[in-house]
């Protein structure tokens, strides 16, 4: 089993440009999250998909937008990049939280390491 | 919205010895405290996961200590191996909602 599958894994844009990053899992998931690592600051949420075709801002969402394109895919699209979301975006899925106590594992990809000049 | 609070930034044990990690969180109407695990080039994995029903949960040589009325909780790495060598990411549900907020990363360094 693949997991989660994320691409491409490197990338270099020029401020303006656009882009979109591709995820898709093969673990049946209902929840898809996308998020960045910056150093130091651990990992942040940019948006959240409970199920196919809703979503949901996390904490850094401006400038990001996403599509949960079927259960499988979750893509995350920048429309004008700039120097501050140079950063490694990582995609992961999970089982939707089951009762008060029931979250359940997120399972990450190995990420899209983005620089943007 | 969620604050975790993660120490140290980086650690140096040589190997056999113990890795003690620390986080601290604020409110949260959800308890449930996850480490995850991130190699150089890889995706954080899920290492151990703590639940409010139980103060200590150990699983090899990883355990978590969990002080809920200090709002606390630590990874410790029993007998460290240099495959141990990675960043350990603290996490915690954020507040009244179910997603996770993130410490900041503990490098640990295991030297043989």
């Known amino acids: 089993n693949a997991g989660v599958t994320q691409t491409p894994k490197f990338q270099v844009l020029k401020t303006g440009q656009s882009m979109t990053l591709q995820c898709a899992q093969d673990?049946?998931?209902?929840?898809m999250y996308w998020y960045r690592q910056d150093p130091g600051m651990g990992l942040r949420l940019i948006y959240y998909s409970a199920s196919e075709g809703t979503t949901d801002k996390g904490e850094v969402p401006n400038g990001y937008n996403v599509s949960r394109l079927n259960k499988r895919e979750f893509s995350l699209r920048l429309e004008s990049a700039a120097p501050s979301q140079t950063s490694v975006y990582f995609c992961?899925?999970?089982?939707?939280?089951?009762?008060?106590?029931?979250?359940?594992?997120?399972?990450f990809g190995d990420g899209t390491r983005l620089s943007i000049l | 919205q969620q604050q975790v609070k993660q120490s140290p930034q980086s650690l140096i044990v040589q190997k056999g010895g113990i890795s003690i990690i620390n986080c601290a969180y604020e409110n949260t109407a959800f308890d449930y405290f996850p480490w995850y695990q991130q190699f150089p080039g890889k995706g954080p994995a899920l290492l151990i996961a703590i639940r409010p029903d139980v103060s200590e949960k150990k699983e090899g040589r990883f355990t978590i200590s969990f002080n809920k009325s200090a709002k606390q909780f630590s990874l410790h790495i029993m007998d460290s191996q240099p495959g141990d060598s990675a960043t350990y990411f603290c996490?915690?549900?954020?507040?009244?909602?179910?997603?996770?907020?993130f410490g900041a990363g503990t490098t640990v360094t295991v030297r043989a």
């Open positions: 992961a899925s999970s089982e939707p939280r089951r009762g008060l106590f029931g979250n359940q594992p997120q399972h």
């Open positions: 673990m049946n998931h209902n929840s």
């Open positions: 996490a915690a549900p954020r507040g009244n909602d179910y997603k996770l907020s």
